[in-house]
């Protein structure tokens, strides 16, 4: 029975994970499925490959009104992942998220449910909520005026000064969001279309998301790297491993193969493998023979987010989310990343392994994938008129993400 057959669209969809499903035994499958095509590459020397290279404008990188244009239609009015549940596990937790342009107030109310709201107060528009944290209520620093957790206006001082101003006109302005299998997605405009994540991801790549039993998942370690680039520079890294054995000979480079790949496509999204060195053992023997894998691949969430599906030496797995955001100068972006533990780690593992895989990670995208990004977007404002970047067939994923882009960005005018 393939993956797809068995998770349609309507146990997808479900609001609570159906258990009847055994979602490790689907992991284990998907992993492996990966793996055995990745395998075939390294015995075959070859790659996944699209039709042809790519050319691409400078202008992508480099003007404002194309930068201002993707901030709205990309990170604004599509759905943008916020969070994952594990970083607001429990009612009454808060969780602040500014990377899209309006600040938004993630909270979890009494039952459980997760609500968004512009982090904004509704008396004179003061930010309500200035640090993550748990809280019952939500009093705004400037006059007093305090919100639960569903929003709803519930104490205001000096009530007699705003007679005529019902509370019920003044709970708090929410944002359409989801939460499914363990990703929280807002659409950041008020009075949005609500988010249907599986049809937003299409059910293919919902599937594969939803092996992975996010929900559980435990976050470890948050860090921040301001680049000084456009944040397709620095995402673009994310998207191939042509650069692994030149850019990080002594990092990555020495861990994963350069220029093999396995690539799945799903519409704007993708899941994609590089050869892990453990795999090269695989390549000279019987596939009777293999180990079981926790190796899942990079998945793609269009347009800003990789969660990579990885072992630490000792086996144990961990989840890499990364993701980048566009500041307000075409040339600047942000990079969140974050480093989880999957949920069926023990309660009592060591910490340290996963917190050292993060500083591991995070050094290696600071000091060698967003220092080439940051001299290459400089450069791109010196390129002689006509000059164009080229994608090569090898580097397919980018291609797709770029195509998508543009796409979205044409129906849009
Ligand atoms: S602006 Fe929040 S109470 Fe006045
Ligand atoms: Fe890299």
Redesign the pocket.
Known sequence: MTIENKLDSAVLKSAKRDDSVDWQALKLQSHSELRRRTVEHIRNGTTDLSDGPMLIATTAYTDHARHEHERRVLFQERPILAALSGDIPNPGDTFLFDEVGPPILLTRNKQGEVNAFLNM??????K?VTECGKKNRMS??????TFDLDGNLVGRPGEEGFCGINKEDRKLISLPVTEWHGLIFVRAVPGGEPIDVVDHLGTGFAAELAHLELEKARPMKTSRINVEANWKYAMDTYGEGYHFATLHPSSIGALAMSNIMSYSNYGPNHRMAMPRADFLDCADTPESEWPPTSYGGLYYIFPNTVINCNTMANGEQFYGLSRLFPLEEVGRATSLLTTYKPGHMAEDADPTLWTNMHDFIHKVVETEDYSVSREGQANMKYAPKGFQPVLGANELALQNIHRHIQALLEADK
Request: charged share 15%.
């Open positions: 107060c509704t008396h004179r528009a003061a309500l705004c620093k400037f006059h007093g005026w």
